[in-house]
């Protein structure tokens, strides 16, 4: 059993940055590749980013690709997002959430069966 908490989200001009962090609670975290997910007001749950168990395998979103980076810190159990050249576009509710099923990096949000509660990023133009 793993349990993700989001923090780091908040209010940022257009062109700045953030960093979110997923603080994960469990013996196994280092098990589960990891990703980003991100829902908009009135639209659906979006890929944003994922990595995978052995970390070195990497996914992102079109949207972002060149812009976030996600990492992983297995001694303190933790998955972060790195956020530069942020865009109103980018508003949204992001999301953590940890795979059990397999090792590899995926953009399927049903391949996912841990979530975190998470975290708004609000970009203002």
């Known amino acids: 059993q793993v349990q993700l908490v989001e923090s780091g989200g908040g209010l940022v001009q257009a062109g700045g940055s953030l960093r979110l962090s997923c603080a994960a609670s469990?013996?196994?975290?280092?098990?589960?590749?990891m990703g980003w997910f991100r829902q908009a007001p009135g639209k659906e749950r979006e890929f944003v980013a994922a990595i995978s168990r052995s970390v070195g395998s990497t996914s992102y979103a079109d949207s972002v690709k060149g812009r976030f980076t996600i990492s992983r810190d297995k001694v303190n159990n933790t998955v972060y997002l790195q956020m530069n050249s942020l865009q109103p576009e980018d508003t949204a509710v992001y999301y953590c959430a940890g795979r059990s099923s397999s090792g590899s990096a995926s953009a399927f949000l049903y391949e996912y069966n841990y979530w975190g509660q998470g975290t708004q990023v609000t970009v203002s133009s």
């Open positions: 469990g013996r196994t975290f280092s098990n589960y590749a």
